[in-house]
């Protein structure tokens, strides 16, 4: 899948403006958080910010990997963004597939992750 790297950049939630869905890939022991458009951030277990951990705990704990694919093709990225789970997740995130994700992120932790300081 190191075809989408790189094609992924975060995207403003359809219904809350002040809400970005920020795709999420994991790979083994790394998460790889698509910041911006060209950027990631990558992290490890022990590295993830709380907050993305946080939802990343949740979306598992909901359990539901009936409508899981793997992406294939840059048309198929655009389905990371649309909430096939569940409406309870629509503001924290979903699963996508066995190594993607989607986080909905507040616009102040997303610039923190980018390395702007907000006080």
């Not at 409508?67 to 963004?81: D, G, H, S, T, V």
């Amino acid at each position: 899948m190191q075809h989408l790297i790189g094609h992924l950049s975060p995207v403003v939630h359809p219904k809350n403006w002040g809400l970005i869905r920020v795709p999420v890939r994991k790979v083994n022991d790394t998460y790889i958080v698509y910041i911006a458009d060209g950027y990631n951030r990558i992290y490890d277990a022990d590295t993830l910010p709380y907050k993305l951990k946080t939802k990343m705990a949740m979306i598992r704990a909901r359990g539901n990997d009936t409508a899981l694919f793997e992406p294939e093709n840059r048309l198929q990225k655009m389905a990371i963004y649309i909430n096939n789970q569940s409406e309870e997740l629509d503001e924290v995130g979903w699963r996508v597939s066995q190594t993607y994700y989607c986080l909905v992120l507040d616009r102040d932790t997303l610039e923190s992750l980018k390395g702007e300081n907000h006080e």
